[in-house]
């Protein structure tokens, strides 16, 4: 009686997590909806079924140079840009993806409406970066990079290339107006 009903406990699970349908627009460390690591640019087709992919293909392949891979909502409307580990190489995994599209959200409620504040309360910063124009605020735990326009920052630290950024000097306000999943990256 105990292994016919602990059968039925275990049988009741499998059907129970198998009918969970994955979130198109959820982020995560190894995926973004059904895109995964370990995806092949091949494959982006069958991932994207909805979706429109536009390769860019600039004229210096031989340079080693990536090629982007843009994805468009049917309506016209940016929602990525993936980076192939490899250029023109259709068995490539991608290395990283550009999220524009405010509804991809990490499982703790994160997207490109978030500010800086969201992100410090939510996650643990591993690093900040001061570049030209912007500031790039690196979370390992979400394997993450998200990017924060200068024009945010105090006018003292936005044209400063030599300071170095501390997140007491980021006003908790200031928003994201990307962020990038990096996968691959050696």
Request: glycine share 4%; hydrophobic share 40%; aromatic share 10%.
């Amino acid at each position: 009686m105990y292994k016919t009903f602990l059968s039925l406990i275990i049988l009741g699970l499998l059907f129970s997590s198998c009918n969970k349908e994955q979130d198109p627009f959820e982020v995560g460390k190894h995926h973004l909806g059904l895109l995964t690591d370990s995806t092949q640019v091949k494959d982006l087709k069958n991932v994207f079924v909805n979706d429109s992919l536009v390769k860019f293909t600039s004229g210096d392949e031989f340079a080693g140079s990536k090629n982007n891979i843009e994805i468009f909502e049917k309506g016209g409307k940016k929602l990525l840009v993936l980076t192939p580990e490899q250029a023109l190489d259709s068995t490539s995994t991608i290395e990283s993806i550009q999220i524009i599209d405010p509804r991809y959200k990490t499982d703790k409620g994160i997207t490109t409406l978030s500010t800086f504040k969201d992100i410090s309360g939510t996650y643990k910063v591993s690093k900040i970066n001061n570049l030209i124009n912007s500031v790039l605020i690196t979370v390992n735990e979400l394997n993450a990079s998200f990017v924060i326009d200068k024009e945010e920052l105090p006018a003292n630290l936005r044209f400063n290339m030599d300071v170095e950024i501390e997140a007491m000097h980021i006003p908790e306000n200031a928003k994201i107006k990307y962020f990038f999943l990096n996968w691959n990256m050696h």
